[in-house]
């Protein structure tokens, strides 16, 4: 897998879940199994099937989760500038048909939340502002067609 940069906040939450995975629903769904099994024939039985494929599905994630830890790298805020739109800040924007300002932190696809205003490296908004300096105009295609933002102020 490759290397993961995300925020302190971003590994906090990822040690959160991986907690909460092993600490709690591990144990649940391994009680779930002993109760199924206690209900006779295994064969014909589909709380049992359920538990199973639970188990599998939840021992998947921890391993993903774990191995997304393993490749995490921490990025520090006070090494970033904000001379360009980059990876961890904020960008404030004019979509120019329209007038309308918004505010976008451009973050690791595990910290996207587009509630928070966060979105994924990996969109096409994100990928069109990537490396724009304020002042400039970024012209970006989505599925709706092409969107036109002014960069009007970077910070972090």
């Known amino acids: 897998m490759a290397v993961t940069y995300m925020t302190e906040e971003g590994l906090k939450k990822l040690k959160e879940e991986l907690q909460f995975l092993e600490t709690v629903e591990r144990p649940r769904i391994i009680a779930a199994i002993a109760e199924a099994r206690e209900k006779g024939d295994l064969s014909e039985n589909a709380e049992y099937d359920a538990a ?11 391993a993903l989760l774990k191995s997304r830890l393993m490749d995490a790298r921490v990025l520090n805020t006070a090494d970033l500038s904000t001379d360009e739109v980059k990876l961890l800040t904020k960008v404030r924007v004019r979509q120019k048909n329209t007038g309308m300002e918004k505010t976008f932190q451009l973050v690791t696809e595990g910290e996207a939340n587009i509630a928070e205003g966060k979105i994924s490296i990996s969109t096409p908004i994100a990928k069109g502002l990537l490396g724009k300096k304020v002042g400039d105009v970024a012209q970006i295609q989505v599925p709706v067609g092409l969107l036109e933002f002014e960069i009007l102020e970077i910070s972090l």
């Not at 199973?52 to 921890?62: F, H, N, S």
């Open 52 to 62: 199973k494929e639970a188990q599998g599905a939840l021992e998947t994630k921890i």
